[in-house]
């Protein structure tokens, strides 16, 4: 057990309802992350979580993939990560694993972390920017009306909050609550996993037959983590030690000498999502909002980056700079990128199976994925580098993630990431200095005036045209750009008022 990171907040149920401008159901990944986002543009934000630590049972998604890493980066906290994980090239899509070292990003990498390392070091970073966390203690439901949310805690209190954001997983309540919709596929396979110890030799590695894919592998401290396909389609009812045992002998027939489990869960293939990612001052993140398998590590990495993209508009709402509709580009941006990693998910999962037909499907799906273009676009989808949200025509770069440039300013040499540790957006200006007036928004962006000297390169579409400037919001992404293009640089005041609010008064 560690020290907790945050403030606990007192559990007394009859002491005075407490207020906040947005509380998290729910602290794992996405909650963290959305809290730290939130912290970062000074919002009072408070995290209710059922665990009593930040400690994490078994070992669930493996790692981060290239532009959640990006994503870490520009907040300034991505070493601590790296330190702490194992960098490789884990992305892949069904029997290929994909090399992305010639990808125009730093992190031309995937990272082999396990959650609860993430949690904890997400949780330290959440911790130093004091956000307050309520313990021990679950969202049961709400009721919300036209300035706030009533939110109902399961030890007989109660927040008041202007908006209440469910990161409380694919059971969601605030999701049912809010009677938002979860369409979608049942499950057609489920997994047992496990953290066990055995005194047979286990059999490492993964292997795909008849029977279908399913491996383990040993961890450090000497057990052995097991993914197991069951034969049938089971319920949801929590796995036992025994049907453990009778699984690993269907499998390998052998149980390897099982002796106990540290850790034992199930996870199955059903493929759901939220119709709506937010009902009024109700919205949805990471598994709330979908599940689907954990083919390819989608989960944690789209959690974390809808938090991103969903805090600094959350943030601008609150302090009444930017309309409510803002919030509404979050479902409008984040759902479609959602909705296609869950129908990479169910592709995936079906080419898992292990009969020979399903052998030659792979073999065709390998044969095109080892060809150069289809590498690097099924690479880009996986890691998350091709996210594009549709902001119009113009510019390759709109509404794409900024690369991070090495540019000389004024200070000396500079990396553009370094200039969103803060999540606030930037107007990098490349060309004359001074050129771009933004006083009306002075206190919502942040003017850059460098150089830049070198080619501008994208996954999968390679080198583009270098602007003269571009706004990059707090997410990364780019909202304006001036290309020269005929009426580019009147448009900017536009953009700082569509994605920043209304100008100031002089």
Same mark, same amino acid.
């Given at each position: 057990?560690?020290?907790?990171?945050?403030?606990?907040?007192?559990?007394?149920?009859?002491?005075?309802?407490?207020?906040?401008?947005?509380?998290?159901?729910?602290?794992?990944?996405?909650?963290?992350?959305?809290?730290?986002?939130?912290?970062?543009?000074?919002?009072?934000?408070?995290?209710?979580?059922?665990?009593?630590?930040? %400690?994490? =049972?078994?070992?669930?998604? *493996?790692? #981060?993939? @290239?532009?959640? &890493?990006?994503?870490? +980066?520009?907040?300034?906290? /991505?070493?601590?990560?790296?330190?702490?994980?194992?960098?490789?090239?884990?992305?892949?899509?069904?029997?290929?694993?994909?090399?992305?070292?010639?990808?125009?990003?730093?992190?031309?990498?995937?990272?082999?972390?396990?959650?609860?390392?993430?949690?904890?070091?997400?949780?330290?970073?959440?911790?130093?920017?004091?956000?307050?966390?309520?313990?021990?203690?679950?969202?049961?439901?709400?009721?919300?009306?036209?300035?706030?949310? %009533?939110? =109902?805690?399961?030890?007989? *209190?109660? #927040?008041? @909050?202007?908006? &209440?954001?469910?990161? +409380?997983?694919?059971?969601? /309540?605030?999701?049912?609550?809010?009677?938002?919709?979860?369409?979608?596929?049942?499950?057609?396979?489920?997994?047992?996993?496990?953290?066990?110890?055995?005194?047979?030799?286990?059999?490492?590695?993964?292997?795909?037959?008849?029977?279908?894919?399913?491996?383990?592998?040993?961890?450090?401290?000497?057990?052995?983590?097991?993914?197991?396909?069951?034969?049938?389609?089971?319920?949801?009812?929590?796995?036992?030690?025994?049907?453990?045992?009778?699984?690993?002998?269907?499998?390998?027939?052998?149980?390897?000498?099982?002796?106990?489990?540290?850790?034992?869960?199930?996870?199955?293939?059903?493929?759901?999502?939220?119709?709506?990612?937010?009902?009024?001052?109700?919205?949805?993140?990471?598994?709330?909002?979908?599940?689907?398998?954990?083919?390819?590590?989608?989960?944690?990495?789209?959690?974390?980056?809808?938090?991103?993209?969903?805090?600094?508009?959350?943030?601008?709402?609150?302090?009444?700079?930017?309309?409510?509709?803002?919030?509404?580009?979050?479902?409008?941006?984040?759902?479609?990128?959602?909705?296609?990693?869950?129908?990479?998910?169910?592709?995936?999962?079906?080419?898992?199976?292990?009969?020979?037909?399903?052998?030659?499907?792979?073999?065709?799906?390998?044969?095109?994925?080892?060809?150069?273009?289809?590498?690097?676009?099924?690479?880009?989808?996986?890691?998350?580098?091709?996210?594009?949200?549709?902001?119009?025509?113009?510019?390759?770069?709109?509404?794409?993630?900024?690369?991070?440039?090495?540019?000389?300013?004024?200070?000396?040499?500079?990396?553009?990431?370094?200039?969103?540790?803060?999540?606030?957006?930037?107007?990098?200006?490349?060309?004359?200095?001074?050129?771009?007036?933004?006083?009306?928004?002075?206190?919502?962006?942040?003017?850059?005036?460098?150089?830049?000297?070198?080619?501008?390169?994208?996954?999968?579409?390679?080198?583009?045209?270098?602007?003269?400037?571009?706004?990059?919001?707090?997410?990364?992404?780019?909202?304006?750009?001036?290309?020269?293009?005929?009426?580019?640089?009147?448009?900017?005041?536009?953009?700082?008022?569509?994605?920043?609010?209304?100008?100031?008064?002089?």
């Amino acid at each position: 057990m560690h020290d907790e990171p945050g403030r606990t907040m007192d559990p007394t149920p009859s002491e005075k309802e407490r207020a906040h401008a947005v509380v998290i159901a729910g602290g794992g990944p996405t909650g963290l992350m959305l809290a730290g986002e939130l912290a970062l543009a000074r919002v009072d934000v408070a995290v209710v979580e059922r665990r009593q630590t930040q %400690d994490l =049972a078994g070992a669930r998604a *493996g790692g #981060l993939h @290239a532009r959640t &890493l990006e994503v870490l +980066d520009q907040r300034g906290i /991505v070493e601590r990560f790296v330190a702490r994980g194992q960098v490789a090239q884990p992305a892949g899509f069904g029997p290929v694993h994909f090399d992305i070292s010639d990808f125009p990003t730093r992190h031309n990498y995937g990272l082999g972390l396990w959650q609860d390392v993430t949690e904890r070091l997400l949780a330290d970073w959440v911790g130093e920017l004091g956000v307050p966390f309520y313990r021990g203690r679950e969202v049961t439901g709400f009721a919300q009306d036209d300035d706030g949310v %009533d939110v =109902a805690l399961s030890d007989g *209190g109660s #927040l008041r @909050a202007a908006y &209440l954001v469910g990161c +409380d997983g694919g059971r969601s /309540v605030v999701r049912k609550a809010a009677g938002i919709d979860f369409p979608g596929w049942d499950a057609s396979v489920s997994y047992l996993i496990a953290i066990t110890q055995m005194t047979g030799e286990p059999a490492f590695g993964i292997r795909r037959d008849q029977k279908g894919t399913y491996g383990m592998g040993k961890l450090e401290d000497g057990s052995v983590r097991v993914v197991l396909r069951e034969d049938e389609v089971a319920d949801r009812t929590e796995p036992t030690l025994d049907d453990l045992r009778r699984v690993l002998t269907a499998l390998y027939g052998t149980d390897f000498g099982l002796r106990g489990a540290t850790w034992l869960s199930r996870f199955t293939d059903m493929t759901r999502q939220a119709a709506s990612y937010r009902k009024g001052r109700v919205l949805l993140a990471g598994d709330a909002a979908h599940v689907h398998s954990p083919m390819g590590g989608q989960g944690l990495n789209l959690g974390v980056q809808e938090a991103v993209n969903l805090g600094w508009k959350l943030a601008q709402v609150v302090k009444g700079a930017s309309p409510a509709s803002l919030l509404d580009t979050y479902h409008a941006e984040r759902h479609p990128v959602a909705a296609r990693a869950l129908r990479k998910t169910m592709a995936q999962t079906a080419l898992s199976r292990g009969d020979e037909r399903m052998e030659a499907v792979r073999e065709s799906i390998a044969e095109l994925l080892h060809m150069d273009e289809p590498r690097k676009r099924y690479a880009a989808m996986m890691t998350g580098l091709d996210v594009h949200y549709d902001l119009g025509a113009g510019h390759p770069l709109l509404g794409r993630r900024m690369p991070d440039l090495d540019v000389v300013t004024a200070d000396g040499p500079r990396r553009v990431f370094s200039f969103l540790h803060e999540a606030r957006p930037v107007l990098l200006n490349l060309g004359e200095p001074g050129a771009f007036d933004v006083t009306a928004w002075s206190t919502r962006v942040r003017r850059v005036d460098a150089r830049h000297t070198g080619a501008w390169e994208l996954p999968v579409l390679g080198a583009v045209a270098a602007p003269a400037a571009v706004l990059i919001r707090p997410d990364g992404h780019v909202a304006w750009v001036e290309d020269g293009a005929p009426g580019a640089g009147a448009r900017l005041p536009e953009a700082l008022a569509n994605w920043l609010g209304a100008p100031s008064a002089a």
